[in-house]
């Protein structure tokens, strides 16, 4: 046995004890006659002691430890003379009489502490050194759980876990597919599946009526920031359901990880329409922590010889509990925020609320007292809040709002990472219409149902169809998504038609799903939400990589194993291939 | 709602009640005046009734519903008059009063029946339509169980599931690498991974001393029956362990699994080292649910004049229980089968030791009373059994002995398949020696350890070095494998270099992994078991394919999805590739 406790378990009731322990060297110190070394483990640190007087050459050897250098001790619990309440085995200390190193460590390329002094690149050449820090470990062991506690949720309320195939048919289905040269078949190609969409659907068609899967997805996409080209969704669907059921388990779900995974209770998730969600917060992933809802200031700004409000599609504003205190400078950094390229506003226009029953606007010489007054009435502000004004065109408005009371709220430290708001968002629309090459795209993809009071629009205004679709958001982000599923073969292949695809199309690229739903294919929905994600917003961090154990980086390259590479032209000949 | 309760829930209890229900119509039949159908989902079949008397419209609409429709009901559950025992809702029926056809099925191409009509490619072709047999349904529910219990387990143990990624670096590991081009770096390709080998080596360099995943793993191999280019691995490794620990934990594993998944509860398993399962049962993987060990005849075989004995190297024998009462077709049998091409015997000598206490064998003329008194004591045969003898070169009589002993234990149902007895085969060799090109193979993979009193026989004598290696097997079938890794840097240079790798090789495909052992790597080791095989095994399978909800064939290819396939030239351009 290497050892017989870890660094994590020992506390006051464990005095007097013998112990065998291994760990790495977290740090060392020589105080006098004493040396004091951390151990670490994935459990914790305990602090070892050894004493000069007593035993010179152990306390030497002590000493020659290097920092992460793997040691298995010998020793005994004792009681520390000044105890620590910030460490879980504070109480304790081990007087060692034995030392083993068991592999010794060359100086690490950065500072094993939750503060590095590792840059990103050095840190991601040496993941299993960073993978050590505390900060990362806790990020490692959430996803553990959430992974854990999410098949616990599903498997209770009678899902089964199915597997789908990883080497499947290259399908134009949004972004680009992986492709894998296939041997045995020369001049053919595997894909990697960007989602098990079609797998699940057949799934329903085989009766399996409530199916889950924690699993890889892939996409070929040109890199942006915080976008991996593997990531994994808990992907799921039912049978003989509607959008209603397909909530009430899913919230289920996230109520279930935030509980089990951050010991927090949450009350039933509200609902809102797209329409609402774009209307009230500029955005179909609105962050509820905090209210500052759009208001619609057209009614009271356009028409008083202001250009910029009558030249402009729309007149939105928000209102900043408590800004009118803002200082000079603060308004002109936000000014300054909304006219980056980014958020692309050619201005904000501002009005004080003051305390005083005074108000006072950037646009005083276009608008009198009772006209701020109604600017007031209209937004709902109280004394001592500023209403934020931008106009423009309907939808960059719209983008730049709800941007901007994103940046407020961070400003005013109103998104607090210890709350959680999740929401669902319905009633997408089927399509967005892609003005330039006047052709339709479907918002989720091509297999989601439109509602089926919509059902006639799909031939005189597909633009306006409503789809069965759903959304939730936790925290102003998108966590998951899903729709109710078309499951009749011709209304299929009406979407197909409309989305551009060719009836031989459709066949080449999905004839088996469309065969299947001539035998008996039930009613059917689902939903995937992006694990990575998920742990992601409930550890209150922004970056997913954080939350994968051997991430890649922005060009998709594994700077750790140095992947992708060049290969053999044997292998290439194999395959029937050439590089051009 | 589409439904109040699904077809398997229904009992006298709920006699009475109003129900709504959904499913596919399995069959129906038509006695007199009365329409019975039997209503499908996955949790069984509930009989529904029509009578034409009562309501003839709605009894006509059943008539007319097709096999494999999709139907919603509402109706009212009555008693039965004769029950059918052989139903879990055998002692209700439902009397319909509305049908609902939520979609038609064209005739499927064979039948939905546990014997169906349809043929291999025909049912892999309607892959979704074959997932609908109950047989089929099994098996993937219990895959579902074993894997739901496995991470129960190994959570409760103290194991985080960490995922690896599945985009990484070719490396030649065995088999060939499954490749993938990339498009931001064109002329490089990732590899998928033949195992999360290395990774979860660096998970223990990085201090998660408890690893598993439940992970898709690829090789592309030239197909042989029961292989799949993508199969599943129950991947785990430790730190700070040896291997007495691994042993206990992953018996447990099997334990765990057998018990939830079977209900069967097992003892401690055996072990055995690699050098008695092949004296004892000419395989490392022995099938322990019978015992009829191999025995070595060469004392009282040889010397005595019958050239066939005199001119091999080995005489082995079985003894077959009762064997005496064989006749002389099933002998003739049994000698046929040892000389088919894939076993390779010349021929088999037999003894009858008759309950007469009478001995007769195929060779009287070589060897008289007292001799087979001899081969009977050597052998421990009792009066009743019978002897089967193979005599040659040594490692083809061993493995052809082996095999007739699985043979013979075939045709006398000794190998009963609700019986379950896993086994350990540990010390086996660190290395293969390739006669023809002179050169070693590792026997599990180039990571593992030598046991430690071998390490000096490393340089004198390889072929002799035993490993730290084991594997289960379970009721024949090796299930697992896995050892103590080497964790020292100049420990697996010299394993390497053993293998053939030039310090430069080494370098170019392992460079991260002993970069890692640089920095204080801990002892580990660790195992992995094939989760579709275990799902065979214990369901009595010699197929792994019938666990796999979307399997290839024996092509690699998925002849439902019509994969894999070419791919446009656009796709193929901007990869940087041209098929020749």
Redesign the interface.
Known sequence: ???TVNNGELRKDHVGTEVTM?G?VQKSRDLGGMTFVDL???YGITQLVFNMETNADLCEAARNLGR???IQIKGKVIERSSINQDMKTGEIEVQVNEIIV?????T?PFTIEDQTDGGDDLRMK????D??RDSV?KN??L??EV??HT??YL?NQGF???????????TPEGA?????????????????PQSPQT?KQ??M?????KYYQIV?C?R?E??RADRQ??F?QIDCEMA???TE?ILKTFEGLIKNILFEAKGIKIDEVPRMTYLDAIKDYGTDKPDLRFDMKIKNLESVCKGSGFNVFDSADTVLGIVVPGGANFTRKQIDSLTDWVKRPQIGATGMIYCKFNETGENKSSVDKFFDASALHSWKEISGANEGDMLLILAGKTSSTINAIGNLRLEVANRLNFRDPNVFKPVWVTDFPLFEFDEETETYHAMHHPFTSPKIEDLELLNSDPKSVRANAYDMALNGTEIGGGSIRI??KELQKKVFNLLGFSDEDAHEKFG?LME????????HGGIAFGLDRICAVIAGSDSIRDF???P?NN????V????????DKD?LD???????
């Not at 089964?160 to 290259?170: D, G, M, N, R």
């Open positions: 046995m290497y050892r291994c790495w670490r483990d994935r992460e250098f793997v068991l592999n010794k460590s060359k690490p040496y993941r299993y050194l993978l050590r470990k490692i062991i996803r553990s992974a854990f098949r616990a498997k089964l876990e199915i597997e789908t195939p990883v080497l499947i048919k290259s680009r597919d992986f492709v894998v040269p296939s041997r045995l078949n020369q001049g053919e190609f595997y894909a990697l797998f057949l799934l068609v085989s009766g399996y009526d890889k892939f070929d040109d890199f080209p593997e994994t003989f359901v509607e059921e499951h009749d088996f299947a739903f001539e035998y008996g294919a039930p009613p994968i154990a051997f890649k060009s998709g390259r594994d750790m194993l140095d992947a992708p590479s060049k290969i292998q194999e395959l029937g291939l050439e590089t051009k």
